[in-house]
């Protein structure tokens, strides 16, 4: 019986580096959320979840391995091989994971048919999708149904190698009626010949389709996964190469917010982002890059007009101070401010706290007393009024007022 496993170079490797710095801060952010029923893992193209290294000749973990290894745990596992030698030892090494599951055939059809329909929108699970063809061998209905749930994260290896050596040739009359049909298959029309190529007129008045940038298709996809399969953000693809520098895939990521992503280039890194409907920091992040606010948004499934998340600028290095008041609508009396023995960004009601105050400078006290009698005056408290501050380069910063009258 031959091996199932495949001999890989570099990029692959380079590729399953790449997934397990996504899928792992994308279960983090999902395992905190409380409105989370569940977060799942699906491999469309899975193999047999390890591979033999060309570089070493070592065994090195596929994408299956690198997800089951992935803490937190994904809630489910969704694995696809239409080898069956590679499906026999993918069911080996999901053996005692009752979350994993294993299908046995065509990923186009076990996709659609039984593995997405199990995410809903209104399922309030996620599912973090990668797609690894071996061959120009997808259907564009895939695209579209993982877009159109919103709940689903795509991860594709765009097999452009294969598109040139069958389909992209510089002369596309040559390309047999077949190898075309599967790229129209994979792209859902045959629109992709407009984007690959440009029409001109030759020296005889006859038309003439001459092949553009080798970029032209990349961006073209890029577009489609937006206006036609629905995806809201799609990342600037990332090119796989071999050794000697072809490439060999473009890998895609594909998601379902970019609003935080044009929040962020204003606001800048560190970010504080919390949904907007619980209480008590449930749900809190700090992010410190584009990657990891993607991934956040994209996680939070129940966002609304009527629910949004709250992005903040986090203040890196901050004490935190409160201070009471208590207030009769003209006039405000502020007994003390407690300083927080925690640095800022950890919830007020999880923290310690002293009065007076150990490190606040005095002008700083002094700022803080002003404040809470201006506010609790400004605002017509009437009773008890408690207010946050953060205290980062040398200034006071109000977080928030919480009037409790």
């Known amino acids: 019986m031959p091996s199932p496993f495949d001999v890989v170079g570099n990029w692959t490797e380079v590729k399953e580096d790449i997934i397990r710095e996504y899928a792992v801060p994308y279960a983090k952010i999902l395992s905190r959320q409380s409105w989370s029923k569940g977060f799942a893992f699906i491999d469309a193209m899975a193999g047999p979840g390890h591979a033999i290294s060309k570089t070493t000749g070592s065994l090195i973990a ?3 391995a690198v997800a089951l290894a992935v803490e937190p745990r994904f809630d489910e596992f969704h694995f696809i091989e239409s080898d069956p030698n590679k499906a026999d030892e993918l069911q080996r090494l999901v053996s005692g994971r009752p979350e994993a599951h294993v299908y046995r055939g065509d990923c186009n059809r076990i996709l659609i048919d039984e593995i997405f329909p199990k995410f809903p929108y209104v399922s309030r699970k996620r599912a973090l999708c990668v797609i690894d063809p071996y061959k120009l061998n997808l259907n564009w209905e895939l695209f579209e149904t993982a877009g159109k749930l919103k709940t689903i994260d795509l991860i594709l290896n765009f097999p452009v190698m294969d598109m040139n050596m069958n389909v992209l040739w510089q ?8 190898q075309s049909a599967r790229m129209n298959a994979f792209w859902g029309d045959d629109s992709w010949r407009a984007a690959t190529y440009n029409t001109q007129f030759g020296m005889l008045g ?22 036609k399969a629905g995806f809201e953000y799609v990342a600037e693809p990332i090119p796989m190469r071999t050794p000697s520098g072809a490439i060999v895939y473009w890998l895609f990521f594909a998601s379902n917010n970019s609003t935080a992503l044009k929040i962020a280039e204003q606001i800048g890194y560190p ?46 290095n901050a004490i935190e101070a409160e201070a009471d008041a208590i207030a009769d609508g003209t006039d405000a009396f502020v007994p003390a401010v407690m300083e927080h023995i925690e640095l800022a960004g950890i919830h007020s009601g999880d923290s310690a706290c002293v009065i007076t105050p150990v490190t606040i400078p005095q002008k700083h006290i002094d700022t803080i007393y002003e404040y809470t009698k201006k506010i609790a005056i400004e605002l017509n408290v009437i009773g008890l009024m408690n207010m946050q501050y953060a205290i980062a380069d040398d200034i006071v910063y109000v977080l928030e007022a919480n009037p409790r009258a």
């Open 62 to 64: 596929g994408s299956p």
């Open 171 to 178: 002369n596309p009359s040559g390309v047999r009626s077949d």
């Open 206 to 227: 006859e038309d003439r389709e001459l092949k553009g940038s080798p970029t032209a298709i990349i961006n073209a996809f890029k577009q489609r996964l937006v206006d």
């Open 271 to 316: 970010l504080m982002v919390r949904p907007s409907y619980v209480l008590g920091g449930r749900g809190m992040e700090v992010v410190d890059s584009d990657q990891m606010l993607r991934q956040y948004v994209t996680a939070a499934v129940d966002i609304t007009p009527q629910r949004p998340i709250l992005i903040d600028r986090f203040l890196n």
